[in-house]
């Protein structure tokens, strides 16, 4: 039995088919954790839905943006951008279904030493304490106001933690933080404007994994998202958003021996 960490495939059947392939995956015997972003700005999303939601137990999926922007469209919130490629998604005839597996999906998995998110956690979470307020937004998003939460989900403040926030505010910090975030302050307000590498950090702001004392680096984090950060296999990280949609590679990695296995990916 192996476990590989999957980065954002985004649309993108034939690539994560191909990806599949590479590393001999067996249903009967393997594991798959998504980094999330499972859709949008690739050619596949309903097919890449349906094929990992086909994979049951041996598949794990955290939310990642794209994915909660995904299930509010279908709910008549947010609005579709010009680059949305979720058309084929919104007007299938099992789309209830796959939203509302989708929407039951984790905003974080744990599992020591590792654990699975797509953007980052804020530096004064603890894992522990990040796996109770991923329930709170997961609770939400599965309860029967679920519709109500997705009304008031996009935004981007409050841009910092405090246990006081209630609320939509609360619930929308955990998840910009746990789907959004790249760049943040020591003292943990996150910057929602820049998008490029890390040499480009806002003044004053640190690569959510790189802030000083950050309390859940002791873990080693498998992310996506960050398509301009790129590869890193570090000690306690693994960052797996390697462009795949813009061209680049889809990543995955072994996560016993920590072995890589990429597929060249054509442009979207």
């Excluded at 700005?41 to 939310?63: M, N, Q």
Aim: with cysteine; proline share 5%; net charge neutral.
């Amino acid at each position: 039995m192996a476990t590989y960490a999957v980065g954002d495939v985004q649309g993108c059947l034939g690539a994560l088919e191909a990806l599949l392939e590479r590393i001999r995956f067996d249903l009967g015997r393997d594991r798959l954790w998504f980094v999330g972003d499972l859709v949008n700005r690739g050619p596949d999303s309903l097919e890449v839905l349906r094929f990992v939601k086909s994979l049951g137990e041996a598949a794990i999926v955290v939310l990642g943006n794209h994915d909660l922007h995904l299930v509010a469209l279908a709910e008549g919130f947010g609005r579709h951008r010009a680059d949305d490629t979720l058309a084929d998604v919104l007007s299938a005839p099992d789309r209830d279904e796959l939203l509302a597996w989708l929407r039951h999906r984790p905003m974080l998995h744990v599992e020591a030493p590792h654990f699975l998110v797509h953007a980052g956690l804020l530096p004064q979470w603890t894992v522990a304490r990040a796996r109770e307020l991923a329930a709170e937004v997961e609770t939400a998003l599965r309860g029967p106001r679920y519709r109500e939460f997705l009304a008031e989900l996009y935004g981007s403040r409050p841009e910092y933690w405090d246990d006081a926030h209630v609320g939509v505010d609360r619930l929308r910090v955990i998840v910009n933080a746990m789907t959004r975030m790249r760049f943040v302050s020591a003292d943990g307000v996150m910057d929602f404007h820049a998008k490029g590498p890390p040499a480009n950090a806002p003044r004053g702001c640190y690569p959510w994994f790189a802030v000083p004392g950050r309390r859940s680096a002791a873990a080693t984090a498998i992310v996506g998202h960050w398509s301009a950060l790129g590869l890193v296999l570090a000690p306690n990280l693994l960052a797996l958003d390697t462009g795949c949609v813009w061209g680049g590679r889809l990543s995955a990695v072994r996560l016993e021996d920590r072995r890589l296995y990429q597929v060249e990916c054509p442009r979207g």
